[in-house]
């Protein structure tokens, strides 16, 4: 069963303190709305007749959005 990823829960933030981070942060919010994207698609992938390569791959675009949310929240 295809369950939606918590990138919160990966990066340790509350939502409260992520959307403030967001309000003053434009890069912050368009990586974030990449990676709601890859993720909506997913888990799309996941619950539909995509092969098992397509899923792996849309994965390593979601985790590769991750990182780069990650290395940004460090700069």
């Known amino acids: 069963m295809p369950v939606k990823h918590d990138l919160l829960a990966d990066l340790n933030l509350t ?3 992520f959307d403030e981070k967001k309000k003053t942060d434009p890069r912050l919010s368009t990586l974030h709305e990449k ?10 992938a996941e619950s539909g007749s995509a092969t098992d390569d397509q899923v792996t791959e ?3 675009k979601r985790l590769l959005t991750k990182d780069e949310i990650v290395d940004h929240l460090k700069a």
């Open 58 to 60: 849309l994965r390593k």
């Open 35 to 44: 990676y709601n994207a890859i993720d909506a698609q997913v888990v799309e």
């Open 15 to 17: 939502r409260e303190a």
